[in-house]
């Protein structure tokens, strides 16, 4: 789990907030069903996925 920090959220940043935070999320959806291992076969399928995704 990231560290909690303190966000600023302004009219003028929060789309950029919402995405970035979603992308976290998101980033750690096939980890967290089984579809990448943690190891160099798993870390390579991520970054196909998230290529794919892009």
Known sequence: MRAQTALCVLDENAMDIAEKETGLV????????????????????????????R
Do not use: N
Request: proline share 4%.
């Open 26 to 53: 998101f980033a750690r959806v096939p980890e967290h069903t089984g579809v990448c291992a943690r190891d160099a076969t798993g870390k390579a399928a991520f970054l196909r996925f998230a290529d794919s995704v």
